[in-house]
């Protein structure tokens, strides 16, 4: 008997310092002991197996933590494995959608210049700036003018220009500040109408030559006077930094 | 004795962490690659559905009574179209978006819808073909308006049973060969559009109330001059659509008359029609109904601008009413 509790305060030593290394507390380890003592150890008959009991415990308790520990670190590894491989996807990705953009951006522009050419050219047989006879590529002034006199013009919203203007003969061996703005009072002396200007950042412009023709009157007679002019249609380009 | 054999496949947490990562990495990397294809194809089809609307530019008439283009696809294709007179005011627009067929003969989603501010383009909701026809004629009230552009698929026949000679004279100089003119005897496969008889038509024109109504939609819509081919090429939406589209063209281009007759009074013109167009300025049209009632009017005001003298004509229109 007294052999069995000299046996049991070993263990019990042992199972303490183990309990220690494990991280529980004193108090804890107390009353395990305290529990354990009650219901087990102070009966003789079971000490052996106890004692096997306990060892097995002890043993698990050491191969968790170890085995514990390793597969967090390989789990770690993995995991930033992972992270790099999904970043270096994301940035093969964003590589190769940087040049797809860059090609929509120019095929936008493609197109937006072509629609822009194309108008440019048929914009004088328009209904809103034809002459009244029949003259193909011929701009009515007498529209022209009373297009620009309007006040709430909305045909910035109808046709796919950033601006549009028509520079009369007179203008076109002046600088782009000394040309005269057309208006109701000084037509037709004047150089350049402003049809509408969405003051954008990135333009292109387009010109083409149109014959421009107004009514005139000389001798008791109106006749048609028709002079060289210059339509200057603009296209916007949008930079997808902006 | 029997021995159970309790060997079982020892399978290491590294393998089990590598095969559930590396399937989501798989799955990631098929997903995003097919949502990427999705995305090209959604790209070339926007871009072709934009390269048509600058292809239908060339058709604007000019001084011509009317013209005609072919446009051919590499594969059987849908065109979709729109329109809305609600948005961008007071023109309103259109939308034209594209499709064309897969591998496996089944058409891919459509791709993005591209706006076209400046053209009247009457067609079905959906054209559907390898080939397609786009032919264009000026609309006058009384000075020209605008052209309107009308689309129809190459490969579908339309079969004009007893249609007057101006029509058929207008069409056949355009060189339409998927229009094919009949008499009321003659057998044709396709859609049959028969002039002011009723029997086993699907579109019905009647030329004394100016109606065309078409069996398919159950839907009538009235038409005015050459925007009979408009209401029998295009759908009832469409066509309703674009005709207070025009109207409201009509409202744009009377302002600029308007002040036109400004300029001409300083010439010694007294052009008398202003008051008669700001009254029509303010004329509503609800629907195609009220095209007939509206036309009468504006015939009254191209009689008076007749009557001037050729120096102090506000307008000319030589192609309208031919």
Known sequence: MRKNKKSQLKIQGTINHRFLDLGFSKKGQLKIQAHKNSKKFLVPESSKAQLKIQAMTNQRFL????????????????????????????????????????????????????????????????????????KVNCIDADKLISLVNLNNSQYDKFWPFSSLSVIQLSGFEKEEEDLVECTFANYPDCDIFNVYDKKVDNERAIASFVALCRKDFQNDRTYDKCEVAKIVAGTEFKRIEE | MIKKNKKAIAMSF??????????????????FAGQFIDTAEQESYTETAASLSVLLDPLETGLASGKANLINFNKESKIFFDCTEKLNPPFGKQYISFSDKTLSEEYREEGGKVPILNKYIFAEDVVEGKNIYAFSKPIYMPFKIADMSIVISATKKYCFYDAPEDIQEDLENLNLKSIIFMNSTSECEGIKVCFDTTGGCDIIVNELRKEVYNKKNKERVYYSGDLVYAAIFSSPDIYECNIKRLKSKFNELSKIYLEKIKIMERQGCLPTIGGKLSLLIDRDIRDSRDLDIFIRDVEEIDAVNRLSNSGCMLYYNENWGR
């Open chain 1, 63 to 134: 191969k968790l933590g170890f085995s514990n520990k390793k597969s967090q670190l390989k789990i770690q590894e993995m995991a930033f494995m992972i992270v790099a491989v999904v970043l270096f996807f994301a940035l093969v990705g964003l590589f190769v959608l940087s040049i797809v953009f860059v090609n929509i951006q120019d095929e936008a522009t493609r197109i937006a210049e072509e629609k822009t050419l194309a108008a440019a050219t048929s914009l004088a047989d328009t209904p809103e700036l034809s002459c009244i006879a029949a």
């Open chain 2, 14 to 31: 590294n393998w089990i962490f590598a095969i559930i990562a590396g399937g989501f990495i798989l799955f990631l990397a098929i997903y």
